[in-house]
């Protein structure tokens, strides 16, 4: 009796522990967390981690500096505001050339075309071959579409004012568009609506997940908490941390849920994963230095962000890739940015299901001649940019000593459960 006893007691722990193992070397040697840090005073536009290449975009009034890994390309007289990419093929810029409104193609080979418009996009979208580009016409939105290959340009306006775009998400067929209100625009060639919601939610980015598009932002009712709508299916939530009031950035799709880029008004931000609407997992995402936003987005099934802070009055420009998954800080000889899964520092939340009424009209959408200049011209290769990679640090010994607790309760568990069947004593 004590010998099986004792071998169920070594199988068990035996295989817990090689299991914690195993996961905590995965972990470590998969991380994915990443950024750069770019002495500069030009502000960061965009900015993608390492896998095939890595891009980061900079510009001021007169100029705009791409870094494709190592490389660094420089656009005289261009002004970028927003800027998407697809793959290894093309990057997309919208701003100023010239000081006049403008989109911009730029590929691999340095070159780059110049569609000069009569406004700027404010937000874009990339495909393999089609850029999605949405603005403001007097006061009508619009949304437009710049084939890549052969550079025919359409345009449609719509016939109502509801605001600036702020996001573009293709889902279905079918282009949302974001406001940073309570409205989203569902563009179709054949059909076209707005969805309104009530006043007191705000619309901020949009994301699919599991066959379905989702809506994220904030809602207003006495406290001001996170936001998450289905508004197919009209299914909405509210997201919180504990106490900490907030909003949701934005949101994107993982195997296995999604996660919501959540921003409390007292501390900096968190990434909270969620599978079949329920909290799974919460990673604060801190910085080691005052930190301002400037820019964030998605990238396979991460989140990226860019910034500006000041370490010893010098200023620099900050880019992070956060997944959110594992402990660790990123940086280079100090710690710049870090996140913590672990409870209790990380604070956990809700998700509460609440009843909101939309509200859905049919607007006419017609199209829009749309007028442009195109300019051709080769970028400058320079080596004016100073920028260091950063790299996730993690420490292995914390990482296996938490698996291993994990490990140790649950073969406690699974150990008591087998001690009353065989009537043997459970510690």
């Known amino acids: 009796m004590l010998y099986s006893r004792a071998l169920a007691l070594i199988v068990i722990f035996s295989f817990l522990i090689l299991g914690s193992l195993m996961f905590s070397l995965y972990g470590i040697y998969n991380k994915l967390d990443q950024g750069i840090m770019i002495k500069t005073t030009l502000n960061l536009i965009y900015y993608t981690p390492k896998n095939n290449k890595q891009i980061s975009i900079l510009s001021n009034n007169s100029q705009t500096y791409i870094i494709i890994n190592n490389k660094e390309y420089m656009i005289n007289h261009l002004d970028t505001n927003e800027a998407c990419s697809y793959e290894n093929y093309y990057i997309a810029l919208s701003g100023y050339y010239n000081e006049n409104p403008s989109l911009t193609i730029f590929y691999n080979n340095g070159s780059y075309v110049v569609y000069q418009l009569d406004e700027s996009p404010t937000a874009l979208y990339c495909t393999k071959n089609e850029i999605a580009f949405s603005g403001i016409s007097q006061i009508n939105p619009y949304i437009g579409f710049l084939n890549v290959s052969n550079g025919i340009l359409k345009s449609y306006k719509a016939n109502i004012y509801i605001g600036t775009p702020s996001y573009i998400e293709f889902y279905n067929n079918t282009y949302f568009i974001t406001f ?142 956060v997944n959110g998954s594992i402990n660790g800080y990123i940086g280079y000889k100090l710690p710049v940015a870090y996140t913590l899964t672990s409870s209790p520092i990380v604070s956990s939340g809700f998700l509460k299901k609440v009843n909101v009424n939309l509200e859905l009209n049919e607007i006419n959408v017609t199209q829009n001649e749309i007028e442009y200049n195109k300019i051709y011209g080769i970028s400058n290769i320079t080596n004016n940019i100073e920028f260091q990679y950063l790299e996730f640090y993690v420490n292995k010994y914390i990482i296996f000593g938490e698996y291993t607790f994990i490990s140790v309760i649950i073969g406690i568990i699974i150990y008591c459960i087998l001690a009353k069947s065989y009537k043997w004593k459970c510690f």
């Open 180 to 321: 940073n209100n309570n409205n989203v625009l569902l563009f179709n060639i054949n059909k076209s609506y707005v969805i309104s919601y009530p006043t007191f939610i705000s619309l901020y980015g949009i994301f699919y997940y599991n066959k379905n598009i989702y809506l994220v932002g904030s809602i207003n009712n006495n406290s001001v908490y996170g936001f998450l709508s289905d508004p197919i299916n009209n299914n909405s939530f509210i997201v919180g941390l504990n106490d900490y009031q907030g909003y949701i950035s934005i949101g994107v799709n993982k195997l296995n849920g999604f996660s919501l880029l959540y921003r409390p008004y007292t501390t900096w931000a968190y990434l909270i994963t969620v599978t079949q609407n329920k909290f799974v997992h919460t990673a604060m995402i801190g910085l080691s230095y005052p930190f301002s936003l400037y820019n964030l987005g998605t990238y396979d099934k991460g989140i990226w962000l860019t910034g500006s802070f000041t370490i010893n009055n010098q200023s620099y420009q900050l880019g992070l890739y």
